[in-house]
């Protein structure tokens, strides 16, 4: 099957809010995987239904060095923040761009697994950056929306440029 396609910013599908799952079912767990299958090809540590056209809250994340720890949350809600940390984010649908972005050092997360089963996590660090990083765009939100609106025209205008070069 081919790889799925990741939209870029400003595309405004990306601006979608995504519905909670209503059941978890095959479908939704081969989802899980052709996201994982385009995240590692990428590559990424992380990557949101949202930003494949689906907008469901899905979102797959593997942040280890062998890529042989995936974890999908399905319909997740952070329960508990502490701390802050600023981090170089990038994102896949915005390429070529790294920007500092302050978020919570360590999260709780309440979500389903592909199984139907919910789960409660704790995750701190780059996972816990990660994390967030995908939950925002299940909100339409990207991490350009964290800069100044001078900074998002730059970024905006030079990847419009390099769309239309294609
Ligand atoms: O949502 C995405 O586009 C996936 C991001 C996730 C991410 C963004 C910022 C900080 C941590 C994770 C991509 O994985 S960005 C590319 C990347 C690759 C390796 C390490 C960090 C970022
Ligand atoms: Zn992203």
């Given at each position: 099957m081919d790889l799925l396609e990741i939209l870029e910013f400003p595309?405004?599908?990306?601006r979608t809010t995504a519905k909670p799952v209503k059941n978890v079912d095959g479908k939704i767990a081969d989802l899980a995987d052709q996201m994982l299958e385009a995240m590692y090809v990428a590559p990424g540590i992380g990557l949101a239904a949202t930003q494949v056209n689906?907008?469901?809250e899905l979102i797959v994340v593997d942040v280890t060095e062998d890529k042989d720890s995936p974890i999908v949350l399905i319909n997740p809600t952070i329960i508990n923040t502490e701390g802050e940390l600023e981090t170089a984010e990038g994102c896949l649908s915005v390429p070529g761009f790294f920007e500092p972005v302050n978020r919570a050092e360590m999260i709780t997360i309440e979500a389903i697994n592909t199984a139907g089963n919910p789960f409660t996590m704790e995750a701190s660090g780059l996972l816990a950056v990660c994390i967030q990083h995908e939950m925002d765009h299940l909100k339409g939100?990207?991490?350009?929306?964290?800069?100044?609106s001078t900074k998002r025209q730059m970024i905006r205008k030079k990847l419009l440029k390099q769309q239309k070069q294609r």
């Open positions: 595309d405004p599908r990306l689906v907008h469901l939100k990207l991490f350009v929306d964290y800069l100044s």
